[in-house]
C-alpha cells in the first residue's frame, strides 16, 4: 500500500506517520507538508515539500497512492475570525485540490480529520452526537465543515471512499505550545518556563481531550473501513481549571494563574459521543488523562 498522509510533519500528522510505519512494514509512506507547523520527520518516509494548495498532480501521478490522510489545514480559531479568506484558502480550496486529486489519480479511500466542537458549536444535547445541528461559532468550522461535505459529494458522484473522523481536542507530545488549540502544551510550557498561566473567562468551559496517540490508533481502524463520519472523542467533558490542577499537580508546581476576557467564537461546553466509533471502527479510547498529560509533560521535560 502507498499511503499519503498531508501534514505529516506536524503534531498529529506525525504520530499517525510513526504508527503506520509500526503496523505496516512493507507499506510506502509519504508526507505532504509545507514544515511551517512542524517538522517532526520520520526517516522512513518520503517527503514532499509542499502546500495543500499548490498543483499536486505530479506527486499523485507518479507515486499512485492508494489511501490519503488528510490532517493538514489552518486550526485557530481566532485566525480564521481575523482572516477568514485566508482560513477557507487552506481549508476549503485546499482540501478541495486533495479530494480532486484522490479523484483523477485513483485514489481508493481518504480519511480527512475534522474538528468535532468547532464543527457543531454549542450544542443542545451532551455529550454531542453526529446527528447534531450543525452550527459553527467561527470561520473555522463552517471551512472544516465544507470540506466534510465535500467529501460526501465525491463518495455519491465518483465513488471516492472516505472517512471523516470528527476530533475533540487533541493534546499530547510535539504539540506546539503556541497552537491556540494546545491549551495543556501551553499550561505545561508556562509552567516550565515559570510563567503564569493564563485561563480566559472563568475557566469553567469544558472540553473533551483525547491523547494523540489514540486517535492514530483509530485513524488505523478507519483504514479498513468506509463512507462514515464519527466523533473520535473520550466522551468526558473537563473544565480548563481542572486540566490546570492536573497539569500543576504533574509538574509539583503551586503557580497561580491569570485570568483574561473569554475570547469570541468560543465553544462554552464541548463534549463528544463515541458510541459510533466504537460501533463502526470496534475502537475505544485508552489513555486517561491523568496519564496522558504525565506522559505529555515527560515528553517536554526530555527536551530541556
Request: glycine share 6%; net charge positive.
Given at each position: 500500500m ?43 518516509c518520503?517527503?514532499?515539500?509542499t ?12 507515486n ?14 481566532q ?11 487552506v ?5 478541495l485540490?486533495i479530494?480532486?486529486n484522490?479523484r ?6 481518504i ?47 465518483y ?5 471523516s ?11 506546539k ?18 510563567t ?28 479498513k ?12 467533558e473537563?473544565t ?6 492536573l497539569v ?18 468560543e ?16 475502537w ?21
Amino acid at each position: 500500500m502507498r499511503y499519503l498522509i498531508t501534514g505529516g510533519a506536524g503534531f498529529i500528522g506525525s504520530h499517525i506517520v510513526d504508527k503506520l510505519l509500526e503496523n505496516n512494514k512493507n507499506s510506502q509512506i509519504h508526507i505532504l507538508d509545507d514544515l511551517s507547523s512542524g517538522k517532526n520527520i520520520n526517516m522512513g518516509c518520503i517527503v514532499h515539500k509542499t502546500n495543500i494548495c499548490n498543483n499536486l498532480a505530479k506527486i499523485f501521478e507518479d507515486n499512485r497512492i492508494d489511501i490519503v490522510i488528510h490532517t493538514a489545514a489552518q486550526v485557530m480559531v481566532q485566525k480564521s475570525i481575523d482572516f477568514p479568506v485566508k482560513d477557507a484558502e487552506v481549508n476549503i480550496f485546499g482540501s478541495l485540490n486533495i479530494i480532486e486529486n484522490c479523484r483523477k489519480y485513483g485514489v481508493k479511500k481518504i480519511i480527512y480529520l475534522n474538528s468535532g466542537g468547532a464543527v457543531v458549536g454549542n450544542a443542545e444535547k451532551l455529550p454531542t452526537d453526529e446527528k447534531a445541528l450543525i452550527n459553527p461559532l467561527s470561520p473555522y468550522g463552517v471551512s472544516k465543515y465544507i470540506a466534510e461535505q465535500y467529501l460526501k459529494v465525491y463518495n455519491n458522484l465518483y465513488d471516492l471512499k472516505y472517512m471523516s473522523l470528527r476530533l475533540s481536542n487533541v493534546y499530547g507530545p510535539r504539540q506546539k505550545a503556541s497552537s491556540e488549540g494546545g491549551v495543556i502544551a501551553l499550561f505545561i510550557n508556562n509552567i516550565m518556563q515559570k510563567t503564569n498561566p493564563v485561563i480566559f473567562g472563568d475557566g469553567l468551559q469544558t472540553r473533551d481531550f483525547i491523547f494523540v496517540k489514540d486517535v492514530a490508533d483509530a485513524v488505523m481502524l478507519a483504514t479498513k473501513t468506509e463512507n462514515h463520519t464519527v466523533n473520535i472523542s473520550t466522551g468526558k467533558e473537563t473544565t480548563i481549571k481542572r486540566v490546570l490542577d492536573l497539569v500543576r499537580k504533574s509538574t509539583n508546581s503551586k503557580i497561580s494563574e491569570i485570568t483574561r476576557p473569554q475570547k469570541p467564537g468560543e465553544v462554552r461546553r464541548s463534549v463528544l459521543s463515541n458510541k459510533a466509533a466504537q460501533k463502526i471502527l470496534n475502537w475505544v479510547p485508552k489513555t486517561s488523562l491523568e496519564d496522558g498529560i504525565q506522559k505529555t509533560v515527560e515528553y517536554y521535560k526530555s527536551l530541556k
